[in-house]
């Protein structure tokens, strides 16, 4: 569908690796759509080209062949210094591991990454404190990683990732470390937070259940062969 | 802004391992240390060398002796009209004599001591030179008083409790000592004289203990203490020469002007003397003491360079522990100029942190230095500070400048390091 709604536009979405004489095809000829506010769940076993295709959606990682469009930008003929921007202001990134900075607590944890955005002083403090207040952290602001939880920890790392309040969620199995409690609340706020701030997600996992209760459309992918709708729900 | 921002992050990253980072911090400190107490050591000896020469004004001054060598025996000889002669001449502000005669007796009451005569000229006072060296009283002035300056050591021995208590006081001068008479012949003289002490110096704190053994006389005093044309005499007498019996070994032509040094140095050769200027034997001197000084920096950044490995090492090792999170903000952001900035402010501030903590260890070091040698030096007769260490401010700023950039560069490699860190691979890593 090639509707004025389009957000994330890929065609012929293609990475390989070369690991000694073997070529693994990670991705191979991704056509994928996704409109602004969307929240789409990307079903798949370990290996199965996942993580690749969040790397490519955030400009962290290049295709060898095909294209990526998000909003008007064209990811693929960016610079390194453009894919660097890029992520400061339009990407949010949510990792399974959480990936927080033990020295520091949750509240530094959030304000780190406005520094790399460009924002200094009381604003990034005011920005911190409220996208800790918003991921329902308020009380433990000046706690430190290891006097969290799990649960705990991904939020103040959900906060991290809409402090600058990016147009793109990408969420790398946010619920694969959590116990199934813990990780249906996380999965709500990841919806709250696409639903209050508007935000598009593109959400990797292998939870088929929680995928179907959250998000708006769920897509399969097997050995780097995206199956099943390619355009919208 | 945003630089400044970002290496405002660094101290965070040094907190992360205080231990390593201290340990690290160390190296700089002790090689910053020993190269700050090294040259100051070198500075500090080279100022108290100089102090002579800028206190009593010397860099106006040319040192002049008879020709020696081959034609010694036609060389005109340095005796009063010749020093008349060169005061006529243009830019010449005084020629007088340079005696040193020892042994000259000094009495006061019942105490005797053995004194050094040195001349010293009138105008010594309209100058404004020596006036640091005055301990009590004053300086000769115009007039032709009979008046004398003693040494601080000479004071004691005449059983003065302080300076001042002897300035003003009547003492007997007894000198004796050998007049050419013309020919190869030689009379045995004796002299007394009735003086007046109006002035009492100490010499700097390095001239070992005869410096303060020294009876100031004024010129045209020392011209009775029977001996002082001896030297010269002898040496006319040795080169085979018409014997003199009123030459001077040795005379300080004063200038008014150093440009005039030159020009008056030209004149004097021409009349058949043999010069030496003094900012000649200064420049000497620094050039001595630069080479010193360059070679104790090239020892103590050796030393620098070492502590800079240690550097390079402690930020490998921290680009290695923080790899995820070098992965993490490169995700959320920072660019890899953000990273080496990062990472080279980290080097800056172990480098500035060892800088400050190395000055405060080399002075403190040198403190301790400067004790010891003063308790040595007044086993040997030298009392007061001896001031052997000197830490100018621009070798205090040159430092640590120097610390700064030597950990800088070392940063340099594990800050492309971080930069180059793959984000992709670096969170793939478990
Ligand atoms: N740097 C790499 N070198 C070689 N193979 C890689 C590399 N990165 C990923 N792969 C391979 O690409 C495939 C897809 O990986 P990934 O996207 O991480 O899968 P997922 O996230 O679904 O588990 C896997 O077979 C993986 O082994
Ligand atoms: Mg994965």
Redesign the pocket.
Known sequence: MESSDCFIETRGLSRQ?R?GPAE?H??VEVDFHVQKGEFVAIL??????????LHLLGGLDTPDCGCVRVGDRDLAGMTSMERTIYRRTVVGFIFQSYYLVGSLTATENVALALTFQGVFGAERTRLAAESIERVGLGLRASHRPNQLSGGEQQRVAIARAIVHRPALLLA?EPTGNLDRATAAEVMGLIHQVHRDLGTTVVM?THDEEMAARVADRVLR?RD?RLEGAGGSA | MRALKIAGLAMNGLRRSPLRVTLTTLGVTFACGALVTMVALAIGIQRQVETPFRALAMLNNIQVRPKEGKDADKAPPLDDAALANIEKLPGVAAAYPDVHIKGIKVRYEKKEAIAIGIALPREASLLGVADEFIVAGRLFDEGNRPEAILGLSVVKELGFKTPAEAVGKQIALEAAGLTPDGGDKFTYQQTTMALTVIGVYEAPALLPGAARQGILLPVELMKDIPGIHLDSALSRLKSGGPIVTSGYASATVRVRDPAMLHEVQVKLTAMGFSTEAMLNKLQHMRQFFLAIQMLLSVVGSVALIIAALGIVNTLLMAVMERYQEIGLCKAIGASDGDLFILFLTEAGIIGCLGGLTGLGLGWLVSQLMELVAGFYARGQGITGRLNLFAFPLWMVAVTVAFAILVSIVAGIYPALRAARVDP??AL?SH
Request: proline share 0%; hydrophobic share 40%; charged share 20%.
């Open positions: 690796y690991v693994i990670a991705l798949g076993v370990s290996g199965s080209g996942k993580s690749t295709l790398d990797v992918i780097g | 992709i691979r793939r």
